[in-house]
């Protein structure tokens, strides 16, 4: 059972997907919140499995709901559900610690299958999140220069995981088995000194900014 939390000002929305995910086996809604400041509260004592949380809401706004839930409660796995696809707003949120960002036109089929991602480890991106990221490094000065110390499989794994990708998947991609994936992340974050898939993509993508 995956315990869900949900933070949104849009009280039907919020009515909405917690009513859905409630219906659905193996997934459990345990608290909806309206605001950031109450979501802090109740959230660092409740401490769920996943929280969706919303970008744009009055007083405190979702990231920096997530940079100071995160500072309190670091075992939380936070995806971001919003209307906001703008290039700094995806970047501020996984900076402060959130796993994935979604937009809230996806599909509810969609909702549960990153849910279950982000639940798993992974880090969940809508379509046109995963292409806004990959564009953010393509088209930086220092694009195409190869990381400080990793190898070329290393490289190829870090740039799969930047766009988003499962362990599966990489490993599809790479024609690798998804444990050979698991170790070469394990070497990956000992060498770029972080602790995480998305401290790992955002080292990846902050130096392929660099001039």
Not at 94 to 99: N, V
Not at 171 to 200: G, M, N, P
């Amino acid at each position: 059972m995956i315990s869900v939390s949900i933070v949104d000002d849009n009280k039907d929305l919020l009515g909405s997907i917690a009513n859905f995910i409630n219906r659905t086996t193996g997934f459990r809604c345990v608290s909806t919140f309206g605001n950031g400041e109450a979501a802090l509260k109740g959230l660092s004592a409740q401490q769920p499995d996943v929280v969706l949380m919303d970008i744009n809401m009055a007083g405190m706004n979702g990231i920096e709901c997530v940079a100071r839930l995160k500072a309190v409660a670091p075992a939380i796995q936070i995806v971001m559900l919003t209307v906001y696809e703008d290039t700094e707003k995806i970047f501020d949120a996984l900076s402060a610690g959130a796993s994935g960002y979604l937009l809230k036109r996806l599909s509810p089929s969609k909702l549960l299958q990153a849910i279950r991602e982000v639940h798993a480890g992974g880090s969940p991106m809508s379509g046109s999140i995963a292409r806004k990221v990959v564009a953010s490094f393509q088209t930086g000065e220092g694009s195409g220069q190869r990381l400080p110390q990793l190898s070329p499989r290393e490289q190829e794994v870090l740039e799969w995981l930047a766009q988003g990708c499962s362990n599966k998947e990489i490993a599809d991609k790479l024609f690798i088995s998804v444990e050979t994936v698991t170790w070469h992340l394990r070497h990956i974050y000992t060498k770029l000194h972080v602790r995480s898939r998305t401290q790992a993509a955002l080292r990846f993508l902050s130096f392929q900014k660099e001039p």
